[in-house]
């Protein structure tokens, strides 16, 4: 019913690629025991709840207070939902909207988006961009949804005071909670103030809470991601189902069984052992475009830390994490991937069926050199473009990862996502960091602070 | 008039960041000689107009075309323009267009756009993206520009098929030429025939030639930027007089005069003797942030070769760009940049005055820890955002480079861009290695012509 998606490791393996890129039998025999001290480790934390994102899809309660919230605001008819948010705020929906809803989805008029609100996810504080978007969403046409997990996120807050000043000039403060929704960590009964807690409190917002033990890059399936979602029409419980699919693998400590801890053990082996600095993600498919960054956010901010888990405080781990798109990027990436320094593990994401297959006609007489296209269609150039990738970087021993999906819908992106999330924690536990903090990007807040405050 | 780009090289330094990470005095002293070679070298190629990018400013007929076809295009009243490209053909196009038009352009209506049509730049061959641009832009009511030197990019030529196709169907065989221009190399007496050629002969199509010893990855001052920025109204002529004013610093052989020529020698010594094997552009501005994707063509393409000058064939060449977007990417991908291995030279492109700035109003009462916001703007939250960002890498001891613009406009991006070009030509003598070909890309058109003409 639910096809699976499919791991493919056998061109990043010593046999494909040589024993100085690819990962021997050998190498996997001696990870084996710190394999399963992590899972161990993985399992006592899950189990403890320690991280949430673990088993946000087997919070019933979460989700239908989602589904409640989202039902509410669909019937109030919006026109724009905007969204205000960063980072882990921001990437999951972004991820979410280019996967599963129709491309150019701005463009569609009403009746084709299914009567569904534009969307514009605020990421940054661009006043260029942020400026244009106030001008093509009137506040008293728009449900403007604040997340941030600390409420204290200066981007956002930025981008609240603007909005809630418009909407308040727009429809009168007493109607600005019809217009406004807040998604943030749980009332805080310490001393600082969340600021977001402040305004849902002035204005009387509706809101939803994101769980204190789930970390903004692991938001996605909860009500940060669920929520704007279900308010597009994305099915929701499909793409939970899609990630409870997933957990079925991923419990697992066997490698064969478990593509996380397969993905996350290759990983760590071709950076400690075979000089594979830099991993790419590169799906052939432009629905699954920002997965990639998704995933670049997971890997950079999980990973890059100075210090070990062991207390050591000089181990700069990580791995730098590349975004790329197929076909676009064999144009533009690919001569380096192939003939530049051998310093890469790259993904391949593929998609099996698409929605549309897109016939390439036979072109006019006289046009030559064009037979291996006709008739064909556009899926299959995609398609043979991945192919021909993967043996050109083969036959240059460089190490690749195929994964598969069979189609791309709620449940196989619930998989895909879940799956990276678990194969970011246990590579944490690989890497000998904590995968879940994020201590140099707080020290910036300070330095930004100080600039603003200065004279002028 | 026009002020110029201002480069800041302090932090890469070895007094910023220490002699590990950052150039010395003695390092450029020791480079001294070979960049006299390497630019006598490019001087020479110059003037045998080996390499057609470093004029094309002063080619005043190609202008002159441009502008004519982009007139007589223009008055036709297209509402949709389409370009099909991939690589070269399409990334300079939308460096320009998300720079230098209005953010969302496509959702503002046409006395919005003035009168100008919208922009799709398809730059894949995703079959759902395809299929949902046709149903947006009707045939008859779009201009087609296809854009391949060569005139065999299997990607643009599918493309080509189904909207050729498609425009027969609409407004019959003999007002195709009215839908579609061509942009290709010129016309060759060799055997193989150009298909574009072939179906510009077909359908009698207007057509602008790409110069012959202009390289995909270096035409966005050609014909293939020019042309449709030109219809999209962006001033050609201002773009131009940028990369003029920087080809007045960039002919220098001075370090100290000549930014282009300092950011290759940084790059190159970086990556050579510091270990910083990855190069990352990170723009403040969410209009410049496909110059990073344009940048990263350039630099992977142009670099990352197996091959060098000298005869070796295991040179292995090459440094990995990495494209990222201030503020966003602090919540995304500076953890790694600050803990991570210290493998990076960062350029922290910024922006010194904005269309707008976007006053932050003062937010309601009791909201605390919000004063260094209220009554600044965004434009100044962003520029604190990179200062932060600044201090916090020299305070880790990573090398940084920094590239302001006084603002964003046609005079100020052609200087940008031109510099990068002249520093990408220096950086391929410097590195070793012919910086214009790109062999392996080619051989991957084996491969996929190869699974296409396959049974099914």
């Given at each position: 019913?639910?096809?699976?998606?499919?791991?493919?490791?056998?061109?990043?393996?010593?046999?494909?690629v040589g024993?100085?890129?690819?990962?021997?039998?050998?190498?996997?025999?001696?990870?084996?025991?710190?394999?399963?001290?992590?899972?161990?480790?993985?399992l006592?934390?899950?189990r403890?709840?320690?991280?949430g994102?673990?088993?946000?899809?087997?919070?019933?309660?979460?989700?239908r207070?989602?589904?409640?919230?989202?039902?509410e605001?669909?019937?109030?008819g919006?026109e724009?939902?905007?969204?205000?948010?960063?980072?882990?705020s921001?990437?999951?929906?972004?991820?979410?909207?280019?996967?599963?809803?129709?491309p150019?989805y701005?463009?569609?008029?009403?009746?084709?988006r299914?009567?569904?609100?534009?969307v514009?996810?605020?990421?940054n504080?661009?006043?260029?961009?942020?400026?244009?978007?106030?001008?093509?969403?009137?506040?008293e046409k728009?449900?403007?949804?604040?997340?941030s997990?600390?409420?204290?996120?200066?981007?956002?807050?930025?981008?609240?005071?603007i909005v809630?000043?418009a909407?308040?000039?727009?429809?009168?403060k007493?109607?600005?909670?019809r217009h406004?929704?807040?998604?943030?960590?749980?009332?805080?009964r310490?001393?600082?103030?969340?600021?977001?807690h402040?305004?849902?409190?002035?204005?009387?917002l509706?809101?939803l809470?994101?769980p204190?033990?789930?970390?903004?890059?692991?938001?996605v399936f909860?009500?940060?991601?669920?929520?704007?979602a279900?308010?597009?029409?994305?099915?929701?419980?499909?793409?939970?189902?899609?990630?409870?699919?997933?957990?079925?693998?991923?419990?697992?400590?066997?490698?064969?069984?478990n593509?996380?801890?397969?993905?996350?053990?290759?990983?760590?082996?071709?950076c400690?052992?075979?000089?594979?600095?830099?991993?790419v993600?590169?799906?052939?498919?432009?629905?699954?475009?920002?997965?990639?960054?998704?995933?670049?956010q997971l890997?950079?901010e999980?990973?890059?830390?100075?210090?070990?888990l062991?207390g050591?405080?000089?181990?700069?781990?990580?791995?730098?994490?590349?975004?790329?798109l197929?076909?676009?990027?064999?144009?533009s990436?690919?001569?380096?991937?192939?003939?530049?320094?051998?310093?890469?593990?790259?993904?391949?994401?593929?998609?099996?069926r698409?929605?549309?297959?897109?016939?390439i006609?036979?072109?006019?007489?006289?046009?030559?050199?064009?037979?291996?296209?006709?008739?064909?269609?556009m899926a299959?150039l995609?398609?043979?473009e991945?192919?021909?990738?993967?043996?050109?970087?083969?036959a240059?021993?460089?190490?690749v990862?195929r994964?598969e999906l069979?189609?791309?819908?709620?449940?196989?992106?619930?998989?895909?996502?879940y799956?990276?999330e678990?194969?970011?924690?246990?590579?944490g536990?690989?890497?000998?960091v904590d995968?879940?903090?994020?201590?140099?990007?707080?020290?910036?807040?300070?330095?930004?602070r100080?600039?603003?405050r200065?004279?002028?």
């Amino acid at each position: 019913m639910n096809p699976a998606l499919r791991l493919d490791l056998s061109r990043a393996r010593s046999a494909a690629v040589g024993a100085a890129h690819g990962i021997t039998p050998k190498d996997l025999r001696t990870l084996a025991p710190d394999l399963a001290k992590a899972h161990a480790g993985l399992l006592a934390d899950r189990r403890a709840a320690k991280y949430g994102f673990f088993d946000l899809h087997n919070d019933h309660a979460m989700l239908r207070e989602v589904q409640a919230l989202a039902k509410e605001c669909a019937a109030e008819g919006h026109e724009n939902l905007v969204v205000l948010g960063i980072g882990g705020s921001a990437l999951g929906l972004t991820t979410l909207v280019t996967a599963l809803k129709p491309p150019y989805y701005n463009l569609l008029d009403a009746a084709q988006r299914g009567g569904r609100p534009r969307v514009f996810v605020m990421d940054n504080v661009d006043p260029v961009t942020f400026d244009g978007m106030m001008k093509l969403c009137p506040p008293e046409k728009s449900l403007f949804v604040i997340i941030s997990k600390s409420g204290g996120t200066a981007e956002t807050l930025a981008q609240a005071l603007i909005v809630f000043e418009a909407l308040e000039k727009a429809v009168g403060k007493a109607r600005v909670k019809r217009h406004a929704v807040a998604i943030t960590g749980p009332i805080d009964r310490g001393k600082t103030k969340n600021p977001i807690h402040v305004l849902r409190q002035t204005y009387g917002l509706r809101w939803l809470t994101v769980p204190a033990n789930v970390g903004g890059r692991f938001s996605v399936f909860s009500p940060v991601g669920l929520f704007p979602a279900a308010l597009l029409g994305i099915d929701i419980v499909e793409l939970l189902a899609g990630c409870r699919a997933m957990d079925g693998c991923t419990s697992s400590p066997s490698l064969a069984r478990n593509p996380a801890y397969a993905r996350a053990a290759y990983h760590f082996l071709a950076c400690r052992d075979k000089g594979k600095s830099i991993a790419v993600m590169m799906p052939y498919s432009d629905q699954l475009r920002d997965v990639s960054d998704w995933y670049r956010q997971l890997w950079a901010e999980s990973l890059g830390k100075k210090n070990g888990l062991d207390g050591r405080q000089d181990l700069f781990a990580g791995q730098t994490p590349v975004k790329g798109l197929g076909a676009t990027d064999q144009h533009s990436q690919l001569q380096l991937y192939l003939e530049g320094p051998n310093d890469k593990l790259i993904t391949l994401l593929s998609v099996r069926r698409f929605a549309t297959v897109l016939p390439i006609p036979k072109g006019p007489k006289g046009l030559g050199g064009v037979d291996y296209l006709e008739g064909r269609t556009m899926a299959r150039l995609l398609q043979a473009e991945c192919n021909a990738t993967a043996d050109a970087l083969r036959a240059a021993q460089r190490p690749v990862v195929r994964v598969e999906l069979p189609e791309v819908r709620e449940h196989t992106l619930g998989q895909l996502l879940y799956m990276l999330e678990v194969e970011t924690a246990m590579a944490g536990r690989l890497f000998g960091v904590d995968a879940f903090d994020q201590p140099a990007v707080e020290a910036i807040k300070v330095y930004t602070r100080q600039y603003m405050r200065r004279g002028k």
